[in-house]
């Protein structure tokens, strides 16, 4: 199954069957994704901006969340290199993806949402 939004190898992977403890890590998945958004609209400082987008890439990556982590790559490289034009829609951006991908999921593994 081919996507955009998410690895399904490497969701299976972390996540497998929807059960108590998988669906609350995808939980808190969300939580942090929302917090990291939270900090960079209140952030100018680039190089900050930069370690918080290094931070959803990772916790994306390993989650599968391919379209999320490319999103923060391409912001991350622009950050540190002191190029990101705007964080605002930088975070849009994020938040879009990451509801394309929850959209995604639901509709694929709808499990994980009962």
């Known amino acids: 199954m081919a996507s955009s939004h998410i690895d399904w190898e490497q ?4 996540l497998g069957e929807p059960e108590e403890e998988t669906i609350e890590l995808l ?17 100018t400082d680039q190089q900050r901006i930069g370690r918080d987008l ?20 391409t912001a991350e490289q622009e950050a540190k290199s002191g190029r ?3 964080p605002e829609q930088v ?6 993806e990451l509801q ?3 959209d995604e999921l639901r509709r694929e593994r709808p499990g994980f949402f009962a």
């Open 11 to 14: 969701f299976d992977m972390i």
């Open 27 to 43: 939980n808190e998945f969300q939580t942090d994704c929302r917090e990291i958004v939270s900090r960079l609209a209140g952030h």
């Open 54 to 73: 290094h931070q959803l890439k990772g916790v994306s990556l390993n989650m599968g969340f391919s379209g999320l982590a490319d999103i923060a790559a």
């Open 84 to 86: 990101l034009a705007s």
């Open 91 to 96: 975070c849009q951006s994020i938040e879009s």
């Open 100 to 102: 394309a991908a929850l």
